[in-house]
């Protein structure tokens, strides 16, 4: 259920929210979402594309591991029902998406294929910005993904960027800007705020509020941490909502596309989620005791949470047995390709590079 706090969150679970109540009363709100009322089918499509993520993260982690991957790699592990409930209510051929460098989840649940991720993740030639971009900045303009990007918070205005040319083209896209409780900070994103809401843009802002701001708890850094708020001074409605669930997240998601697509303008969707891993694979995260992350895996885990619903709806352990045995084949696949994938020529240094005078 797509909840918010009254009081300040609470680092040992991701998904504990209250009601979604405004700080400036009487202004025309959007309607508190309900879960998503998914049929068995798109239960288990659900299940599959958050077990794909899971076991391709962890896959890319071993290979880091392995010095196979050069850089930074930040993994999505915990956080799969965010991406895959939102997106899954996205129109393909017209809405786009942007997030930061936290996005293999988002590139897989948009559909793209698991080898092309993996081999950019390598820096193979296959990979599919041709291994220039690595684990941070991967784009598919094809089906309307636009990276991918390492600077906190920059892709909020160029989301912002994206829903006015949704406007000024008149397509009927919706642009989803997703960014992290640190870069809810940023001045940047205030400023892409202000736009939007001047200029009624058909624009998502989804803060995904893994608790942790790179070590630092969002209890210490942020003076509002109810962070769904953070639209009220521009009028932007806020909702926050339990990231631990995917149908919380897929019915957060319609009413938000509602709201967006009637000419409402921007509108926030706060991601109460949680990342089992570090900020990055370099980061040993002791900032947080292993009680903590282990509480939420056993209360609060995204897939768990699936399989239980799916168990109520009568799906045979057999056959989330037979999903997982698929997942598994298509990620070693893609990491057997990733691993033997050509390097990029050394030509392709000099091509994809924008030179101009000043």
Known sequence: MAKAASSRSNNESGSKTGKSEPLIPNRERPDEPGRYPASKDELLEFYRQMLLIRRFEEKAGQLYGLGLIGGFCHLYIGQ??????????????????ITGYRDHGHMLAYGLDPKVIMAELTGRDAGISKGKGGSMHMFSTEKKFYGGHGIVGAQVPLGTGLAFGHKYNEDGGVCVAYFGDGASNQGQVYEAFNMAELWKLPIIFVIENNQYAMGTSVNRSAAEDQLFRRGESFRIPG???????VLAAR??????????????GPIILEM????????????????????????????SDPIEHVKR??????????????????????????????????????????????????
Do not use: F
């Open 80 to 97: 799969e029902a965010v991406a895959v409930g939102i997106q899954s209510a996205l129109d393909g051929d017209k809405d786009s998406v």
């Open 251 to 264: 019915g957060a998601t319609e009413t938000a596309l509602e709201w967006v697509r009637s000419g409402k």
């Open 309 to 358: 619903e799916l168990a109520d709806a009568g799906v045979a352990e057999d056959d989330l047995k037979a999903i997982e045995k698929e997942i598994r084949k298509i990620v070693n696949e893609a990491a057997d390709y990733a691993e033997t994938a050509p390097e990029p020529e050394p030509e392709e240094l000099y091509t994809d590079v924008l030179v101009g005078k000043y």
């Open 272 to 299: 109460k989620t949680y990342r089992y891993r570090g900020h990055s694979m370099s980061d040993p995260a002791k900032y947080r005791s292993r009680e903590e992350v282990q509480s939420v895996r056993d209360k």
């Open 239 to 245: 909702i926050q909502v339990d990231g631990m669930d």
